[in-house]
């Protein structure tokens, strides 16, 4: 019967410390930004023309 006091306890400590972690996390900003992540897919990427660069430098 003792043992589960000290399994009580230690489960205990643990949610504390997984509680403790998750306020540290919400307080360092790791939560903030919501919106970016789901529609950056919808971002285009910017495409660099090299054969445009590569004739902007030969006609110098």
């Keep these: 019967m003792n043992i589960f006091y000290l399994l009580i306890g230690v489960s205990l400590l643990v949610a504390l410390v ?3 972690a998750f306020i540290w996390a919400v307080r360092s900003g790791q939560f903030d930004d919501n919106e970016t992540p ?3 897919i ?7 023309d090299k ?5 902007k430098e030969q006609t110098k």
């Excluded at 919808?42 to 660099?48: E, P």
């Excluded at 054969?51 to 004739?55: A, P, Y």
Aim: aromatic content about 12%; glycine content about 6%; overall charge negative.
């Design 38 to 40: 789901s529609i950056r």
């Design 18 to 20: 997984f509680l403790g």
């Design 51 to 55: 054969d445009t660069d590569n004739n």
């Design 42 to 48: 919808l971002f285009d990427d910017d495409v660099i």
